[in-house]
């Protein structure tokens, strides 16, 4: 892909459109060792899934553990961060639920009508 050579480690299904439809591959970040030193570049987004039997609370108990080692270590790059974990539903519908409600509630009522005007 692009000149370079990869391994495949699994194939999706064709209906997967996360993080959109226009994602084909997924290719694992490379950088350098100047760059895994950097404690500053707090720009990375990670999707994972949890393991079978692995509450979301106990998901965040594990990474605010471990951004509070991360913080005790190098407190002067990441003194100010977190880990924050969202579920892939919170993530994508975030705040607009009332609003998502309200309108299916909506578009029901107005195929209600339609449907006693027939």
Not at 39 to 47: A, D, E, K, M
Request: charged share 15%; aromatic share 6%; hydrophobic share 45%.
């Amino acid at each position: 892909m692009n000149g370079e050579t990869y391994v495949a480690i699994g194939v999706m299904s064709d209906t997967v459109t996360f993080p959109n439809e226009r994602v084909e591959a997924w290719v694992p970040l490379s950088f350098s060792q100047d760059q895994l030193q950097a404690r500053g570049n707090n720009w990375v987004s990670v999707v994972g899934r949890l393991k079978d039997g692995v509450s979301f609370a106990q998901a965040e108990q594990a990474m605010s553990t471990l951004a509070h080692r991360l913080a005790s270590r190098y407190p002067d790059a990441l003194a100010d961060h977190g880990i924050e974990l969202n579920s892939l539903h919170q993530d994508t519908v975030g705040d607009t639920r009332p609003t998502l409600l309200l309108l299916q509630v909506t578009v029901a009522c107005v195929l209600l009508i339609a449907c006693l005007n027939v």
